[in-house]
């Protein structure tokens, strides 16, 4: 007595118990080399953590100043190691590491390095100020982080050579 055709195609169908081990040990090794990746991402420490921070701070101004329809300010305060979105939540202010020195902050083509304060304006129609801001780690990193005026973006670079 041989099997239905019914009963053969739906045991064809099915994965075996191998196949799925071999799917599961394949996500499991991909899991394994990509979450520590996305631990330091999420983790940020340090010098990269002061520049991740300033970074995503120019694009939440930009952002807010678009969709408000009104110019939006980051306020430096250079000597107090420090910025802050003007009238924005105070756990949005960047404090810079102790191990983070700002090697220039010109805003405008003015420096403002040893200023008690600098305003860095966004507006409604996406451009900004032009700022650069040149940070230095104690391990001697160099992060330069500059704002695009026409489309007030922020841009990262940490290739001294390139900014002569």
């Given amino acids: ?26 996500i499991g090794l ?19 953590k002061t520049v991740g921070d300033v970074m995503d701070l120019c694009s939440a101004a930009r952002a807010r100043a678009i969709l408000q329809g ?17 009238g924005g939540d105070p756990a949005g202010a960047v404090t810079f590491g102790d191990d983070v020195e700002i090697e220039m902050l010109d805003v405008n083509l003015l420096e403002y390095k040893d200023a008690d304060l600098a305003r860095v304006h ?4 996406g451009m900004s100020d032009e700022m650069t801001l040149i940070l230095r780690s104690d391990a001697n990193e160099w992060r330069k982080i500059s704002l695009e005026i026409t489309t007030g973006l922020a841009s990262l670079d940490s290739d001294p050579h390139h900014w002569r």
């Fill in 30 to 48: 991909i899991a394994a080399v990509g979450i520590p990746t996305l631990y330091r991402m999420l983790h940020r420490e340090g010098f990269g």
């Fill in 1 to 26: 007595m041989s099997a239905s055709p019914d009963r053969v195609s739906r045991a064809r169908r099915a994965f075996t118990l191998i196949e799925i081990m071999v799917v599961v040990a394949i």
């Fill in 70 to 86: 009104s110019t939006t300010q980051i306020v430096f305060r250079p000597k107090e190691r420090r910025c802050e979105l003007e």
């Fill in 122 to 125: 966004f507006f409604p129609n």
